[in-house]
T-cell receptor, first 113, second 113 residues
């Protein structure tokens, strides 16, 4: 039972480089999310996908793009990385809206130098 | 934007002691969730409370949702080193199209043997 799988686990980028963070879930969940976690600031939502084929901005979308490739996969792309994007990124999924709990991946630690 | 404030931010106690962690907001939430996060991992759902005044018990952990559905508490009895981790509360309050969980910044609990 893999749950939510994120790759890579660690990444170092130079300012201006691009990369894509991958996320896949095997629970047949409808909704998927990308969060970033910074010390003292909790989890902040970057983008979410309520269902396959839809994506919406969250609290901190600037500098990021997403693709809901299919029901299982939701990727996050940094087109031109900046030091301010140094963070731990978490992908999560849930059955849908409402009182459903989220299942999180184990995170990607990204450093932009 | 609904804000959730958690207190205390940091808590260090001896094994066997009791503790309470608080999660407060000026907004009403339809449900409150509690997660625990260990180093290098994503948050893991502990419980969801949905009814004002609701109390749920999970072994030595007791969760309460305030009558007005604006606050919640987590009480741990006879804490053990295995309880060490970051405790996050998260509220769900559908607001237009921004239907998502709002996370508090967390309480870092350390239980010393």
């Amino acid at each position: 039972n893999a749950g939510v799988t994120q790759t890579p686990k660690f990444q170092v980028l130079k300012t201006g480089q691009s990369m894509t963070l991958q996320c896949a879930q095997d629970m047949n969940h409808n909704s998927m999310y990308w969060y970033r976690q910074d010390p003292g600031m909790g989890l902040r939502l970057i983008y979410y996908s309520a269902s396959e084929g839809t994506t919406d901005k969250g609290e901190v979308p600037n500098g990021y793009n997403v693709s809901r490739l299919n029901k299982r996969e939701f990727s996050l792309r940094l087109e031109s990385a900046a030091p301010s994007q140094t963070s731990v990124y978490f992908c999560a999924s849930s059955e849908g809206w409402g009182n459903y709990g989220y299942t999180f991946g184990s995170g990607t630690r990204l450093t932009v130098v | 934007t609904q804000l959730l404030e958690q207190s205390p931010q940091f808590l260090s106690i001896q094994e066997g002691e009791n503790l309470t962690v608080y999660c407060n907001s000026s907004s009403v939430f339809s449900s409150l969730q509690w997660y625990r996060q260990e180093p290098g991992e994503g948050p893991v759902l502990l419980v969801t409370v949905v009814t004002g005044g609701e109390v749920k018990k999970l072994k030595r952990l007791t969760f309460q949702f305030g009558d007005a559905r604006k606050d919640s508490s987590l009480h741990i009895t006879a804490a053990q080193p295995g309880d060490t981790g970051l405790y996050l509360c998260a509220g769900y309050a559908p607001s237009g199209s921004a239907r998502q969980l709002t996370f508090g910044s967390g309480t870092q609990l350390t239980v010393l043997p």
